[in-house]
């Protein structure tokens, strides 16, 4: 890759018409960088090496355009953009380390863009994603929502922002994310096993979190959102701002919400009140040698840990067992007991020319604090202190003969200390590393893709507390193979072949102790062995013009899968209460299911979504079912745009209405109870405001959830077990103000 520089420039216009697209938007995601279109469909792009490209060309109601363009030959480039109501081509970059289309990745990939997060309704960016096909949340309330991806979650889930692995305590059922819903462009969710590109951990798949591009030379861009929702009273304000002066860029984004207790079709829930204030910022270069960003962030929370104490009456009663008053169930402040969470990163990603190729390397610290408050709300009872040192870099050489090879390595270092009053995992010191190699090639119809992997984990725990010290060392070789085949104009083919691996997370290796707002006793095992699976996975995707759809099937066998179960009902009694203990076990199992969707759209305007998920888990050596599968999961949703004129007021307004259903759970467990189906009824409507030009003003949306208001308990909330429902009858009204200055 040469290290010359150029500039590029062009229109971005419609295809059927002609006219000129204002607002599109024209990236290079390997550069991070972007522009917008102006009101004659014209952008420039600056500081761009002379190279091979490729470009993506995105605006809502467009298909996207991907197009690879050879800026040793040319610095203009002109892109016809057709209208769709299906965004299925979009560039990707979960799925490889080698950006591309997703029909041209063997893996199966959704994308959720900032308008669909924003939109949604939800309280956290997890919740925002449970439309997708093959995802679930165990939550605990509005406030903690972790996700589920073909029924793995935990540390079988990897969770990216700003290509970081996000490390917090996320073997804990009620540990969140700690990412700010607010600071994405957009998410993309990859379903199977990935640990050929982020080793241990990315058993289940990857969830990554997308920062914004910063916007071409001398351009300043931002928004302001704000959402008010009727059940819990949640108010979430959001700024945000970046720019380009010369190459130098920046970013600031912030975030404060604040909420009460939500309210089930029956009941306000005690004590389920949260807090958060989140803060970003970026600066860095965007030069003809590549680009060098160094970010920081910070998420801080406060959330009630809601216990279901109840008095003979059934209503809901304090620590001290005193009936709370309505003043308490909508109180914003935080009762006895509720966790505080502050998660810190530092970030610097960079990507630099070097030789015929490009070196990216992203290196992070990151600071965890997860305080248990129980007894007092200044002595956490249990106190975790996480520090991660975590560094990878990979090579992309220049293809030779249409072969794109990657060389990757990378390492992690982290340190765990307790500074509570108790403990229920020990503090340990743990050490990571791994490398791989790469390579995809593309001909006119078919892709091919393949790599491998080798990894070794160490972890040292230490004697403190109630528990001894051990070493446990790890290692596996993981691998993939791929291919995508565009069998005819409509139709196309993936399929994958993957090897995975997971090593036992230290609380499945030494918890010993009541869990706080778990209702359990945990009870780790030091000699349990590390998860390898090998998954098959295959996929048919349509895409006509009045109908898509797709059909993904799978098939997981995973050795050694842990799981916890309540053995013979076992109890143990805690300062005079029972508790039920949980041990850790494992056993060769498998998961397989299928995820359906169909899209028909017989208008430009309209479109009916329909999608179904199943999975099924079971262990093969006793010939039970895994626990905490998900519900097979229906949702069919109807949409209809009214584009209106451009130069009108309001130029946009859409309206849409579906429902959610989730059958029956009746394959469980042994110690797990059966969990009815139910259906919510969904719906949003919002419009987009114009000037005269052309020029977006501001965006509002109403977004309603479970507006029947139906009484439902889902078979992965947390709740389940204390009886309280699933959250009632939501109205989020919404607003978002974008500005701009273009040079």
């Known amino acids: 890759m040469a290290n010359s520089i150029t500039s590029i420039s062009g229109r971005v216009t419609d295809k059927q018409t002609g006219a000129p697209i204002q607002g599109a938007n024209v990236g290079i995601s390997s550069l991070k960088l972007g522009a917008t279109t102006n009101n004659n469909g014209e952008y420039t792009l600056t500081n761009v090496p002379k190279a091979k490209l490729l470009i993506d060309v995105s605006r809502m109601g467009y298909k996207t355009l991907t197009q690879l363009v050879d800026l040793t030959t040319t610095s203009t480039a002109d892109f016809q953009l057709e209208i769709s109501v299906i965004e299925a081509d979009e560039v990707v970059v979960t799925g490889s380390p080698i950006l591309g289309k997703n029909s041209k990745n063997s893996t199966t990939i959704e994308t959720v863009t900032k308008k669909d997060l924003t939109q949604s309704g939800a309280t956290n960016i997890i919740d925002a994603l449970k439309s997708v096909p093959g995802v679930s949340q165990i939550t605990t309330g509005g406030a903690i929502s972790k996700p589920v991806i073909r029924g793995m979650g935990y540390n079988r889930i990897v969770t990216l922002s700003n290509d970081v692995k996000q490390e917090g305590q996320q073997w804990g059922d009620e540990h969140g994310i700690e990412i700010d819903q607010y600071s994405a462009s957009k998410v993309e969710v990859l379903r199977g096993p990935a640990s050929l590109f982020y080793g241990s951990d990315a058993l289940g798949g990857v969830i990554n979190i997308i920062d914004p591009t910063v916007p071409a030379n001398g351009n300043f861009s931002g928004q302001f959102a704000s959402n008010y929702s009727t059940n819990n009273g949640l108010t979430a304000n959001n700024l945000q701002f ?66 279901g104490e109840r008095d003979n009456a059934g209503n809901f009663v304090d620590v001290d067992g005193n009936p709370v008053s309505e003043s308490d169930l ?114 006119n119809e078919f892709t091919l893709d393949a790599g491998i992997r080798y990894d070794a984990r160490k972890l040292n725990a230490k004697q403190e507390y109630q528990f001894n010290s051990f070493n446990n060392s790890f290692s596996n070789i993981s691998g993939s193979v791929g291919m995508t085949w565009q069998l005819a104009d409509k139709l196309g083919l993936k399929a994958n072949v993957g090897r995975g691996f997971r090593a036992p997370n230290i609380a499945e290796l030494s918890a010993d102790g009541v869990h706080e707002g778990t209702f359990r006793y945990e009870k780790g095992n030091v000699n349990l062995k590390q998860e390898t699976s090998l998954q098959f996975d295959a996929a048919l995707n349509w895409e006509g013009k009045y109908v898509s ?6 098939y997981n066998f995973i050795n050694d899968y842990i799981y916890y ?91 849409s209405a579906g429902f959610e259903t ?40 109403v977004a309603g959830r479970n507006l029947t208001n ?9 709740f389940k077990e204390i009886g309280i429902a699933g959250t009632a009858r939501t109205i989020t009204f919404g607003i978002s103000v974008p500005f701009s200055h273009q040079h």
């Not at 139906?710 to 947390?718: F, G």
């Open 242 to 307: 970046q720019g380009n002066t010369n190459g130098i860029v920046y970013r600031l984004n912030g975030t404060y919400k604040n909420a009460m207790s939500f309210k089930t079709p029956t009941e306000r829930v005690y004590n389920s009140a949260f807090n958060e204030d989140d803060l970003s910022g970026m600066v860095g270069f965007n030069k003809s040698w590549g680009f060098a960003h160094l970010t920081y962030s910070r998420f801080n929370t406060k959330i009630g840990l809601t216990e």
């Open 565 to 655: 179960q309540n053995i013979n009902n076992e109890q143990i009694d805690v300062n005079g209460q029972l508790y039920p203990v949980y041990s850790y076990v494992q056993g060769n199992s498998a998961l397989r299911g299928l995820e359906f969707s169909l899209d028909i759209h017989p208008v430009d305007h309209l479109h009916f979504e329909n999608s179904i998920a199943y999975t099924r888990g079971t262990n093969n050596e006793t010939n039970t079912n895994l626990p905490f599968i998900p519900q097979a999961k229906l949702i069919n949703t109807v949409r209809y745009d009214f584009e209106g004129r451009k130069d009108a007021s309001i130029s946009k307004i859409f309206v």
């Open 330 to 443: 909508k109180s914003r402040s935080m009762f006895l007991p509720f966790q505080h969470i502050t998660h810190q990163k530092l970030t610097l990603n960079s990507n630099v020319n070097l030789g015929k190729g490009f070196l990216k390397t992203t290196a992070s610290f990151q600071n965890n604090q997860r305080r248990e408050l129980e007894d007092s709300s200044t002595d956490p009872a249990t106190y975790f202190y996480l520090n991660t040192y975590s560094i990878d870099s990979k090579y992309y050489f220049e293809e030779i003969n249409g072969w794109a090879p990657v060389f990757g390595i990378s390492g992690t270092i982290q340190n765990n200390s307790n500074k509570g009053e108790e403990a229920l995992i020990p503090a340990y010191d743990m050490y990571t590393g791994g490398a791989f190699a790469y390579v995809k090639k593309a001909w």
């Open 549 to 554: 759809s797709s059909l993904n099937g799978y």
């Open 662 to 701: 989730s059958f029956k759970q009746a394959k469980v467990d042994p110690f797990e109870t059966t969990s009815n189906g139910y259906s919510v009824l969904n719906s949003t409507i919002g419009a987009t405001l114009r000037s005269a030009s052309g020029k977006e003003l501001l965006s509002l949306y």
């Open 710 to 718: 139906t009484n439902y308990i889902d078979h992965l909330s947390r």
